[in-house]
């Protein structure tokens, strides 16, 4: 399984573009990077999932090098809503016995400040 | 209508006790899990089910048995409760495909071992 590292926290303001670099240098050719982001007392919430290059929706954007050894969660004009732990998480698509056989990271808690 | 729900929403038991978490999904997925988040907020896999078969077992003491009664149900049943076991325990389900890789999570369940 990939393992992934993440910085423990970032602080932010409101209005600004907020950038989470995720680093998984042993990512296998059939593993995705999916986003994750989970608020206090609640479960995780699916954000955004990429393969390679720039993946965008109306969430967020997810940036993959050539190489994939990392990623790169962009959250466009952050808002005091967006305060949540976000987790990055590597592995194959979930069809029958790949279910489960991606690892979470450890979180990046993003606090936005007025 | 809750999409993955979780009963009961806290738990508070003493040690030694057997107790039980109830899981269900509404959404017609075949592939249910559970994980336990800890006080510092990591994520991790402990079970997965595919069609009510057993796909993911990680490092999980027997005393946790999973039970599916069907595809929609997956329950965790916890005996002899220890101390360590107090966490929030998240269910999760998704749809088994090649094109799959969104898991939706439940509320979870905050347990507390005495």
């Known amino acids: 399984l990939a393992k992934t590292t993440q910085p423990i926290s970032m602080d932010s303001y409101e209005g600004q573009e907020v950038n989470i670099t995720c680093s998984h240098n042993?990512?296998?050719?059939?593993?995705?990077i999916t986003w994750y982001q989970q608020f206090p007392s609640q479960g995780p919430r699916f954000i955004i999932q990429?393969?390679?290059t720039k993946v965008t929706n109306e969430v967020a954007s997810l940036f993959i090098p050539a190489d994939r050894k990392s990623s790169t969660l962009s959250l466009p004009r952050v808002s005091l809503s967006d305060t949540a732990v976000y987790y990055c998480?590597?592995?194959?698509?979930?069809?029958?016995?790949?279910?489960?056989?991606?690892?979470f990271g450890d979180g990046t808690t993003l606090t936005v400040k007025p | 209508d809750t999409a993955v729900s979780q009963t009961p929403k806290y738990l508070v038991t003493q040690m030694g006790n057997d107790k039980s978490i109830k899981c269900e999904q509404n959404?017609?997925?075949?592939?249910m899990y559970w994980y336990k988040q800890d006080s510092k907020k990591f994520l991790k896999i402990m079970f997965s089910?595919?069609?009510?078969?057993?796909?993911i077992n990680e490092t999980v003491p027997n005393r946790f048995s999973p039970k599916s009664p069907d595809k929609a149900h997956l329950n965790l049943h916890i005996n002899s409760l220890e101390l360590g076991d107090s966490a929030v325990y998240f269910c999760?389900?998704?749809?088994?495909?090649?094109?799959?890789?969104?898991?939706?999570f439940g509320p979870g369940t905050r347990l507390t071992v005495t």
């Open positions: 999760a389900s998704s749809r088994s495909g090649s094109d799959s890789y969104e898991q939706y």
């Open positions: 042993n990512i296998a050719t059939n593993d995705y």
């Open positions: 990429g393969y390679k």
């Open positions: 998480l590597v592995g194959p698509r979930l069809y029958n016995t790949n279910a489960g056989k991606s690892t």
């Open positions: 959404l017609g997925h075949d592939t």
């Open positions: 089910y595919n069609n009510k078969e057993l796909i």
